[in-house]
């Protein structure tokens, strides 16, 4: 969904203070629902890990690709940018 419409994304992520609150709980709850998701699959793929260090680990890698996200449709197209955004997701996601 990033990559397809990255100017709705930027404004979700950037505008999101601006809504009203009940607007704002909703959409700060579906991220922390998103988020949770990702670290209930971290800890299945990896359960020894620690609920905090999960959400830790799934809070980098998603800022991580936000920002790259965001840097490629300011800086152009790098053609390494692929490559280097999963090479640390994997460093990130299976560190020990």
Do not use: K, Y
């Not at 203070?17 to 990896?46: F, G, Y």
């Not at 152009?76 to 090479?87: I, K, Y």
Request: net charge positive; hydrophobic share 40%; proline share 4%.
């Amino acid at each position: 969904m990033v990559q397809t419409h990255q100017d709705l994304f930027t404004a979700l992520v950037t505008e999101v203070i601006h809504l009203p609150d009940e607007q704002r709980h909703d959409v700060r709850r579906t991220q922390h629902d998103h988020v949770m998701e990702w670290v209930r699959l971290l800890r299945a793929r990896r359960p020894e890990l620690p609920r905090a260090e999960a959400q830790a680990l799934v809070h980098a890698v998603l800022a991580m690709v936000n920002t790259m996200s965001s840097a490629r449709g300011t800086c152009g197209v790098d053609p390494g940018l692929r490559t280097s955004c999963s090479s640390c997701r994997r460093v990130l996601l299976s560190a020990r």
